[in-house]
């Protein structure tokens, strides 16, 4: 099976958060199933530059405007399609953001030709190659169904994955005359929205099939309170609507070979893990202490409920733990908790950065990772906790929900708990999840019970690969594969 994935960014070359991660690792593990992944993403400049043998495979004298070529490249045993169109990526700041933080006005543009160059391939349009089906991730890349369904050419399954239903990439009406699309496409039925063009909204309209990361996630966004205005589409289409939940790459994340992590260990030698717990308290400024060190990874936003851990430093420091917080984000986040840091020195530290090597050591050290989201697709922080002996702590949201068993006293006696959950997600609720965590990190037969049960939940790619490819199967001609 030939499959043609189509992402704004790839980890390890560029990534802003999990689609990275899923864009980087399911090629790999559907590789071992017999599907074949060309992956095309924006040529940005850490692209470009990671590029070795390079053979140009198409051109575009005028793609929605601009000159780009596609070029074929093999980069960390990924076959790459790159979209090498300078005017669009060749830019400084982020995929999606220019060095101060803003949107880049042509974003609309840019994805635009991403997924028109997407179509025109799954159209047999590159020489030797003819996918039979078409993934793609999020926004971004909703265009690429559309413009499949709109070209007159024959039809070619696709899925579209819903990462997070937040962002949508809605642009003005009046960009709709440059995307090349017919004028019947701008249309309620079609990719319009509310007078908008809505990319996220035309993907889930023109996908065959829609997927999002967690079954539960699958749910809530079928609901006004997490569908954020696309719940009566997906009502509409819940027939081929699908949760699959992500995987994390086991190779990457193996707290045995981990090179970030200073003093390697498994699920029979935990005693290694607090040599790492004095490595991140190093790193933290914190004072070394037994008690428990909490730790958060992420981007400091209200989504993942960061506020109420700035809310709850006070509870956490009267219970006896530290609080070490790697992320960047909301200006006033940053703040609360940079004030924090300040009020109780040696026991809340704060690192505004971005640091893959310092978020490894964080799991591999720290004792409990705080994730109190208000909606969680799927989360993956919380599948590194579960990997690396870091208990996660969880609002009972999306993913989370699908991942991390409570420790309940029912869990606890069959042997299952992996983590600690919470609802609703409160700061009430969030400090009586950090009293309980601390009651059981106090006892520490069921602590390291909760800490191996987690260890050994199957989060690798295996099981999700496999329901992708029955997806994939599923909108194929029966027999075909
Ligand atoms: P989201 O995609 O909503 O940001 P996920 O939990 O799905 O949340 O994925 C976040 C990814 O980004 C994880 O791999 C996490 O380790 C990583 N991450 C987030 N913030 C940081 C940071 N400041 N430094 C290093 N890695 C980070």
């Not at 095309?40 to 495979?57: D, H, K, T």
């Not at 893990?273 to 981007?299: H, Q, T, W, Y």
């Not at 009586?432 to 059981?440: E, G, I, K, Y």
């Amino acid at each position: 099976m030939k499959v043609l994935s189509v992402a704004s960014e790839l980890y390890p070359l560029i990534k802003t958060g999990g689609l990275a991660d899923v864009a980087g690792a399911l090629p790999l593990a559907l590789a071992k199933r017999g599907v074949a992944t060309k992956t095309l993403v924006p040529g940005y400049p850490a692209v470009m530059a990671a590029l070795r043998e390079v053979a140009i495979r198409m051109s575009f004298d005028d793609l929605l405007g601009v000159r780009a070529d596609v070029l074929e490249a093999q980069v960390a045993g990924l076959d790459l399609l790159v979209l090498d169109a300078p005017a669009l990526f060749d830019r400084a700041g982020g995929p999606y953001v220019d060095v101060h933080g803003k949107d880049h006005p042509d974003n609309w543009r840019r994805f635009a030709a991403l997924s028109l160059a997407g179509a025109r391939i799954a159209a047999g349009e590159l020489p030797g190659w003819q996918p039979d089906l078409v993934h793609v991730h999020d926004w971004q890349t909703g265009l690429v169904p559309a413009y499949m369904r709109y070209s007159g050419k024959p039809a070619l399954p696709s899925v579209m994955t819903i990462h997070n239903i937040a962002f949508q990439g809605n642009f003005g009406g009046e960009i709709f005359g440059a995307l090349g699309l017919p004028a019947q496409a701008m249309d309620v039925e079609g990719i319009e929205y509310f007078g908008q063009v809505s990319y996220l909204k035309a993907g889930i309209q023109t996908a065959w099939a829609v997927s999002t990361v967690s079954p539960s996630y699958a749910e809530e966004i079928l609901t006004p309170e997490f569908g954020m205005g696309m719940e009566g589409l997906l009502n509409r289409r819940i027939g081929d609507l699908h949760g699959i939940v992500n995987g994390i790459d086991t190779d990457v994340w193996n707290p045995q070979t981990d090179p970030s992590v200073s003093h390697p260990f498994g699920i029979d030698d935990l005693e290694a893990r607090p040599l790492n717990k004095r490595a991140v308290e190093a790193r933290f400024g914190l004072i070394e202490d037994d008690g428990p060190l909490f730790c958060v990874i992420s981007r400091l936003t209200w989504q993942k409920g960061l506020d109420l851990v700035a809310d709850a430093v006070d509870e956490i420091v009267a219970l006896g733990g530290r609080l070490a917080v790697l992320g960047s984000g909301d200006e006033a986040i940053v703040n609360a908790l940079r004030s924090a840091a300040y009020r109780h020195p040696g026991r809340v530290g704060l690192s505004v950065a971005y640091d893959e090597p310092l978020s490894h050591l964080m799991q591999a050290g720290s004792d409990a990772i705080l994730i109190p989201s208000r909606f969680e697709p799927c989360g993956l922080t919380q599948l590194y906790g579960l990997r690396y002996g870091c208990v996660p702590v969880v609002s009972r949201t999306g993913g989370l929900n699908d991942t991390v068993i409570d420790a309940s006293p029912a869990a606890l006696a069959a042997d299952a708990a992996t983590g600690i959950s919470f609802g609703p997600v409160t700061l009430e609720s969030l400090k009586r999840a950090l009293r309980r965590t601390v009651r059981l990190y106090g006892d520490r037969p069921t602590w390291s019970r909760i800490q191996k049960q987690g260890m050994t939940s199957d989060v690798s790619w295996e099981n999700s690969a496999a329901l992708y490819h029955k997806l994939y199967s599923s909108l194929l001609p029966k027999g075909s594969h």
